[in-house]
Structure formats: C-alpha cells, structure tokens
C-alpha cells in the first residue's frame, strides 16, 4: 500500500509540473524576425601609457590592456590579443584561445577621424569562416582611433532561432541556434551559478517575472553585471521582445521573435 500511495503522489506531482510547464506562455520555439530587430555594438579604446592601450568591447565585463607592437598577450577568458598599428589610421587586432585565430578585424580611421570601419573576420568551431563589415561613429573622443565607438549596423542572422524550455520549478531554459549551450534561470528573485558549462568561467543569473507576459534576467560574470534581458510578449502570444542592455553600453539590443 505505500508503494502504491506514493505511486499516486508522484504522478499528481508530475502532472501538476507539466501542467504548470504547459501553461507557461514563454515555452515554444521561437524565429528571429530581422526585420524588426535592431543590434548595437560599442567599442571602447583608451591610452594607458606608451603605446599601450585599455580596450573593453560590448558584452564583456573585463577591460584588457595591451601594448601595440603586434605580439600575443593574456586577454579576456584565457585568450591571447595582439594589436598593431599598421598606420596611425589603421590598427590590426587579432585573438586567439590556444594558439587558435579566433578572429581578425582590420580597423580604419575615416579622414574626418568622426568615423571607425571595422574589417572582421570570425572563425567558428567547425571550420568555417564570417565575415562582417561595420561602421562605428565616435560617441566619445577627439582625435585619433582612441576613443569610443557606437554602431546599430550589425546584421542580424536570419537564421537565429530561440528555444524556451521549462526549467526547475519556477525556471524556464534558453537556447539559441548560435549557442549550443543552454541558459538556465530560475525566477525566484535570488541568484544562481549558472548549472551549466558557464560554472567554470563564474557565469550566474538572477531573474524574476514582471508579470504574466514580462521577465527579466540578469547575467553575471565573476559578480558584475554582464548583461539585462527583458522580454515581453504580445498580448496574442504570438511575438516575443527582447531587449538587451549590455554592461557599459549605452544602446540596447532589441531582438524581435514570432512564435514558430
């Protein structure tokens, strides 16, 4: 009998998750719509001495400082940085993670020195190449390619895909078509190390729910602030909002999804 009776309660239990899962309005599979979506980008360059420069791009919490003389040294999440100064107005970067190109980019400064065209290309996992061309207007700066850059041209991949999975109790996952690796959040206001591979690297999210159809969440990385998602979604169901405001960014990404 009390096999049975605990049978019994492990299937109300089960039914009542799946019912609670199947009532979350966020769960599903969800298409990118580039057409409405709008990504930022920021650069962040500053002198730090004799040829040496402190860099901070949009998405990490961490600065590096390097001298510009063209060798390989410590970066951000144990990769290796190189800068050098082909021309006062043209700079090379190039990153690498055990002794593997990571990408490249190609900076030039415009004449009027008001704008920055960044060549870059990126090398993914399985051997293939992209390449992407941008243009930064200086937000902060006067001469030079020191400074700080903005930019709302990055392309959108027309291919990216989000699923939202149910996750713990009151948690939901996310993973996206570029991240294999899933996000793991629990909305109950508290803070959580990422249970996933992020571990490693000090990765954590705090999360809560605004509302019925609003939640946010916040990524950190060793205790700062990495990045803030809200998301909404429409009053059909059918479109999810994400907006993004990256650490240290001013101009936030606005990411539009329909339901697929």
């Known amino acids: 009998m009390p096999n049975r009776i605990l049978s019994f309660i492990l299937i109300i239990c089960w039914t009542v998750c799946a019912l609670a899962a199947a009532a979350d309005p966020f769960i599903g599979k969800w298409k990118l719509n580039p057409s409405r979506s709008t990504l930022a980008d920021q650069i962040m360059i500053q002198a730090a001495g004799e040829n040496r420069y402190t860099l901070n791009f949009s998405g990490s919490s961490d600065s590096e400082t390097v001298t510009a003389d063209g060798t390989d040294q410590p970066g951000i999440y144990g990769t290796m940085l190189s800068v050098t100064i082909q021309e006062p107005d043209t700079w090379k970067i190039v990153r690498k993670k055990e002794g593997r190109v990571l990408l490249t980019a190609i900076w030039k400064l415009s004449k009027d020195g008001k704008t920055l065209s960044d060549a ?16 930064y207007r200086r937000a902060a700066g006067n001469s030079g390619i020191p400074g700080t850059w903005e930019t709302t041209d990055v392309k959108v991949d027309a291919v990216s895909e989000l699923e939202i999975r149910p996750y713990d ?5 996310f993973t996206s078509s570029d991240s294999p690796s899933p996000k ?33 969440f916040t990524s950190k990385i060793k205790d700062k602030i990495a990045k803030t998602r809200q998301i909404t979604l429409s009053p059909d169901l059918k479109t999810l909002t994400m907006v993004e405001h990256v650490a240290g960014q001013r101009l936030p990404n606005t990411l539009v999804f329909d339901r697929e």
């Open 120 to 135: 870059f290309s990126g090398n993914r996992p399985d051997g293939s190449t992209s390449n992407t061309n941008l243009v």
């Open 184 to 216: 793991k959040v629990k909305f109950d206001g508290k803070e959580h190390l990422d249970p996933g591979a992020g571990a490693s690297l000090g990765v954590a999210f705090l999360g809560h729910r605004i509302d019925e159809h609003s939640l946010e």
């Open 169 to 173: 109790t009151d948690g939901l996952s």
